[in-house]
């Protein structure tokens, strides 16, 4: 009898969340984030329980006579779920489901029936997954600045300052996260700044890209990184000299290291991340990049030392 009522109360949900009209009444919703661990929040009258977690068609986690029954559960959930038993007594029957993909979205059903008073009632969690935007790359190609990131979900946005018209590809990586690619042509009139924005309703990360007018070189010069104070976490110095990048100096919170080759040539580095140099000759004649890296920007500046004219410094190296 009680089993009975138990299999038709299962038919009557399956039937009625696999219907295409009705949608069920959410009592929750829960925002997960990719690969971590997510909570499904479920409660009910504590009793002699079986718990059923499922998800549409799919068996995701069922419990019944004090242990897992895991035999009918989906592959896609296989070593991937967990109750809290000790806390079943309070009337706790929430699930661990860990390692979230895109493919776990959805809404998932906690019906729970209890055998003694023999009654059965289910809760419905929504779920969603957000890839947060965790880095974004920014370089100049020739002409063209990239501005490049992946791994995000749901789909993200860009956006360029000052608007400028740009090329942007969106497309879904194998895991259903989003890669996103933007370029813009750079116009060859000096000093020029961009920036980069690619954001989701939760998340965002951003990049400067500075176009310094160019320097003469002489013996001691100071090369500006960024103009305002910000919040800084790491700062890298780079030489660009034909097809060869040289490391000059990497800056992690107090921690600072100028690479061997550079060490005469280096006065010192500013609170501001300006790079001074001493003792230059034409062999440091070449291109600049600072790239300073905030929590949520990067300022990349990137200024060309030489016996050059303003136009043709900005011309690609
Ligand atoms: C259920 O127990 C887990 C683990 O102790 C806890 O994180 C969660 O908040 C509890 N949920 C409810 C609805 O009490
Ligand atoms: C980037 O875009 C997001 C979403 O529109 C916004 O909240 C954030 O302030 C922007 N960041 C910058 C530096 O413009
Ligand atoms: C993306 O940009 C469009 C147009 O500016 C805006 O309507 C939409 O709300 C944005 N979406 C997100 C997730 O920021
Ligand atoms: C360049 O800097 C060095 C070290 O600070 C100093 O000794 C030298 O006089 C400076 N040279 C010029 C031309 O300013």
Known sequence: MELLTLILLTLWTLWTTTGGEWSPPVSSHVS???????????SFKP?????????????????DQGKDELKDQDASFRGRTSLFPEQFFVGNTSM??????????????CFVYDR???????????LRVEGPVKALSMEQKGDVLVCSSEGIYPQPNVSWAPPSPH???????????????????LDVQPPQQYSCNISTDHSWKSATYSLQPPVEIS??????????????????????????????VVRSGAEVTYTAPWRPFVEGVSERGSLSLKELS????????????????????????????????????
């Not at 008073?117 to 929504?126: A, N, R």
């Not at 700062?235 to 034909?242: D, K, P, Q, R, S």
């Open 116 to 126: 003694k008073t023999d009654h059965g009632t289910d809760e419905y969690i929504h």
């Open 282 to 317: 034409q062999e440091q004649e070449g291109v600049y990049v600072c790239e300073l890296h905030t929590d949520d920007t990067t300022y990349i500046s990137r200024t060309v030392l030489g016996h050059t004219a303003p136009g043709e410094a900005h011309s690609p190296c």
């Open 219 to 248: 013996t001691n010069i100071t090369i500006p990184c960024v103009d305002s104070m910000v919040p800084e976490k790491s700062l890298v110095w780079t030489f660009n000299y034909i097809q060869t990048i040289q490391l000059i």
């Open 47 to 63: 009793g002699d329980l079986v718990i059923d977690w499922s998800k549409g068609r799919m068996t995701v986690h069922i419990f």
């Open 32 to 42: 997960c984030v990719f690969m971590e661990t997510c909570l499904l929040p479920c």
């Open 167 to 185: 090329k942007t590809q969106i497309g879904p990586m194998t895991d259903r996260r989003f890669s996103v690619t933007s370029s813009l042509s």
């Open 96 to 109: 661990q489901l860990f390692k979230v993909t895109v493919d776990d979205e959805g809404i998932y059903q």
